[in-house]
């Protein structure tokens, strides 16, 4: 007998969760429909690109842009030349020792020296008396007396015949002239230039004897230029002469019309090399020249005199016959007696010519 048998379970569909691949719709980020993997077989399955179309652009636009600006990068490096090698770089860490210097005209406290102090200059001129190289200094006897203790360093122009030397050169017995200036600073005479061995050219002055001190060699005039006192001394070398003959110091008087040749020292002092007696108090003196003026009311005439100069000589006209006869260019012959302070006439004579003789 037959058995009934089950009838067979009708067999379960499961419905599937997601269309198949071909069928899955376009993703509406993917813009040129490319087929997305399904969730559960992402671990094997890869999206490729079909073979007869071109691979398309991600579908990133960020990362397209991150990788196209890297590539423009790389690319626009690659094309830099490259630059100039790096240069050194000195750097001052601590410029508080020399900041304050260097904003004064690039002056450096520290290693440059300091700049002269203001002030104006005075020539002196000397002997070196002595030399201390340890403290850089220097004693000058004057001329005409005195010391001075004179101090030098490396701002110090020191010059032999004209040529820049060094403090070598400064030896005692030396003749100099310095350039000196006062020093506040250290309270000292600084020598702002120094000649060494420089011989002064030989200065002149003619003019009228105004005392004569024999027991210290030493003299004064009266300028005839500016009238203003000229004090030399004499030594045993200066040569005085009358004419010439030779005389002495104790020869020469007050009011006495001399020319002198000296060596300027210091202002209107120095030692006079050579005294020529042009006329002494009481000496008679011939002119012979023309008549340059003539004042009869003053009794004053000038004589133009061969030797090429003037001289203003007073006569008394009541005395002299031939007064009458003068006028300017009048040819005369006249000996007057040098009385200190001017020429007196002692005889006029109107001649016809100049003559030949010159004033004794």
Sequence with gaps: MATPQAPNPAPTTVPQTQPPASAQPASPSSPTGSAVPNAADTSTTTSQPQANQPQQPSSNPTMNGTTNGKAKQDAAAANVPPGPPPQPKTEILDSSATSGGLSTNGHDPILDPPPFPSGGTTLVGGTIRSVDRIRNRMVVNVFGGGHWKVSFDERTHIFRNGAETTQ???????????????????????????????????????????SVDTEHGQLSLRDNINSVPVHFGVDKETLITNGNTPITLGSVKPGALVHVKFSAQSGYRGIARQITVIAMPGAAFTFVGKVAYLDMHRGLLAVQNIDGKTYDIHFSPHNTAEAGNLSVGTPVKIVAIFEGSQYTAQSVQVTGNTGTDSKD
């Design 168 to 210: 070598l050169a400064l030896k005692k017995g030396e003749r100099v002239y310095v350039d000196t200036m006062l020093d506040p600073a250290n309270h000292d005479i600084l020598a702002r230039n120094i000649r060494v061995g420089v011989t002064a050219p030989p200065a002149d002055a003619s003019g009228q004897i105004t």
